[in-house]
Structure formats: structure tokens, C-alpha cells
């Protein structure tokens, strides 16, 4: 079964600083998908970013952006310039047929 | 709808009692979803829909949990004889296919079992 390793239960960032949170998995796939969901306090699951694991290239959303490296089933998030509302719950999930989560981290951005 | 939608947003009831969840998915989403959340953990899933059809039960926790999907749409997840170790947020999420896209997800019902 394919699991998902979140090993930094909370992070902390000062505003304006960059952060990455960490995410490993296990599968023996080689064709899935990987998400980092945001989870703020509204309970509202936010899909921040998602990577093909096909793809070579990392994906990139304005401030966030993914460091994936496949052959050591890694997939972190990068978080740069971080802001007062980056602050929440932060999942990482794999898909191939099912869906699993990792158990999170906890951000929390000081001002 | 604009978004996942899900009813009721909290849920207070005594233990013992039957309650029914409701989550209405995106308009054209075929695949449906159920996770429960713990508080503090992560995403538990419990069990899928394509269609109307739940190939696989077996991420339901005890048999006291059944979901339903009528007309590829609304779907709702029943606990019969409520337990306090129910308590914890029920959350829904469709996608417009079942494999290799991401999910959307609902708010959720936050459930207490008294």
C-alpha cells in the first residue's frame, strides 16, 4: 500500500522568508500524481499545487513551487515570501487509483 | 454548483443516535469521495463513488457506516448507532474523473458524538 510521510508535524517561517515542508512516499508505480492540499482553519481543503510524476520539471505556482525527485520518491513544498495567510494545516497526497494523505504540518507564519 | 457543498456544517448528537451526512459534488464530477478527519490528523479515506457504484467498501471503519449516490450527484454517508469515537470532521470531495486529477473538496461536517 502506497503511504505518505510528512516528518515535520509544524514548521514556523518569519513573513517575507522562504520555507519548505517536507513529503516522502512508497509506491512501486511509476505513473501517479502528487498534491500538496492547504487546510486553513475554515477546514476548506485548498489544492496548492499537484505534479505528474511523467514530468521531469518541477511544478510552480507564483510562490510556491515543488522540489520532486522521483527516484527517491521525495515531493517538498517550497513556500517563498511567505505571507500572514499561508498560515495552516499543509497536506501532501499521492494518487494513483486511491488517494492518500500524509498526516500534515502545521505552519505557522510570525510576523 | 459553484463548488462542493456539504450539509449539515456541524453535527451534534448522542450517542446511540443515527445521523446522516450529506455532500452535493461539482455539476459533471463523476467520482465522489469520503474522508474523515480527526482532529489534529490527517485525511482518512472511507470510500469512493464512480457513478453511482462504490466498488470498494473496505475503507469503511465498522459496518455501523454506509454511503449511497443517487443520479451521479448527492451522496450521503449514514452512522447508525453513533459511538463518541466518531466524532471528527466528514469530509467530501469529487473530481470530474476518478483516477490521475485532483480532488475538490467540500468544508465538511464537523460531527460530536455526546
Known amino acids: 500500500a502506497q503511504t505518505v510521510t510528512q516528518s515535520q508535524p509544524e514548521m514556523s517561517v518569519q513573513e517575507a522568508e522562504t520555507v519548505t515542508l517536507s513529503c516522502t512516499y512508497d509506491?512501486?508505480?511509476?505513473?501517479?500524481?502528487l498534491f500538496w492540499y492547504k487546510q486553513p482553519p475554515s477546514r476548506q481543503m485548498i489544492l496548492v499545487i499537484r505534479q505528474e510524476a511523467y514530468k521531469q520539471q518541477n511544478a510552480t505556482e507564483n510562490r510556491f513551487s515543488v522540489n520532486f525527485q522521483k527516484a527517491a520518491k521525495s515531493f517538498s513544498l517550497k513556500i517563498s515570501d511567505s505571507q500572514l495567510g499561508d498560515a495552516a494545516m499543509y497536506f501532501c497526497?499521492?494518487?494513483?487509483?486511491?488517494?492518500?494523505f500524509g498526516a500534515g504540518t502545521r505552519l505557522t507564519v510570525k510576523p | 454548483g459553484a463548488g462542493v457543498s456539504q450539509s449539515p456544517s456541524n453535527k451534534v448528537t448522542e450517542k446511540g443516535k443515527d445521523v446522516e451526512l450529506r455532500c452535493d459534488p461539482i455539476s459533471g464530477h463523476t467520482a465522489l469521495y469520503w474522508y474523515r478527519q480527526r482532529l489534529g490528523q490527517g485525511l482518512e479515506f472511507l470510500i469512493y463513488?464512480?457513478?453511482?457504484?462504490?466498488?470498494?467498501k473496505s475503507g469503511l471503519p465498522s459496518d455501523r457506516f454506509s454511503a449511497e449516490r443517487t443520479g451521479e450527484s448527492v451522496s450521503t454517508l449514514t452512522i447508525q448507532r453513533t459511538q463518541q469515537e466518531d466524532s471528527a470532521v466528514y469530509l467530501c470531495?469529487?473530481?470530474?474523473?476518478?483516477?490521475?486529477?485532483?480532488?475538490?473538496f467540500g468544508p465538511g461536517t464537523r460531527l460530536t458524538v455526546t
Open positions: 470531495a469529487s473530481s470530474l474523473v476518478l483516477t490521475g486529477v485532483e480532488q475538490y
Open positions: 497526497a499521492y494518487r494513483d487509483n486511491d488517494m492518500r
Open positions: 509506491t512501486s508505480e511509476s505513473d501517479y500524481y
Open positions: 463513488f464512480q457513478g453511482n457504484s462504490a466498488p470498494d
